[in-house]
């Protein structure tokens, strides 16, 4: 098992900053896939940035590339969101997700853990 707990989540204006951080503990692994999903009200949840082990590779929904940033700390078994340039489209929950096998997934399905989210909300 694999226990998630997100942090760093705030309200924030329009073209602000928030980096979310997400540690992991349990029976992690440094080849797991670790990814940031989202949920806004009404909206399944979506895929929004994910970095395989040692941050080889990374992976963005089309949206928030280059003003959202994943990186990854195995030693401290946490993975970060710094989010630059917020709009008030990226309101929601966001979700930690930990994938058990070390390829790339952006599908919810490909994921085993998640965290209990933590609430963005992005004013305009």
């Known amino acids: 098992q694999v226990q998630l707990v997100e942090s760093g989540g705030g309200l924030v204006q329009a073209g602000g900053s928030l980096k979310l951080s997400c540690a992991a503990s349990g029976r992690t692994r440094s080849y797991y896939v670790m990814g940031w999903f989202r949920q806004a009200p009404g909206n399944q949840r979506e895929f929004a940035a994910a970095i395989t082990g040692r941050g080889l590779t990374t992976s963005y929904k089309t949206s928030v590339k280059g003003r959202f940033t994943i990186s990854r700390d195995d030693a401290k078994n946490t993975v970060y969101l710094q989010m630059n340039g917020l709009k008030p489209e990226d309101t929601a929950v966001y979700y930690c997700?930990?994938?058990?096998?070390?390829?790339?997934?952006?599908?919810?399905?490909?994921?085993?853990?998640w965290g209990q989210g933590t609430q963005v909300t992005v004013s305009s």
């Open positions: 997700a930990v994938r058990k096998i070390a390829t790339m997934s952006t599908q919810v399905s490909g994921y085993d853990y």
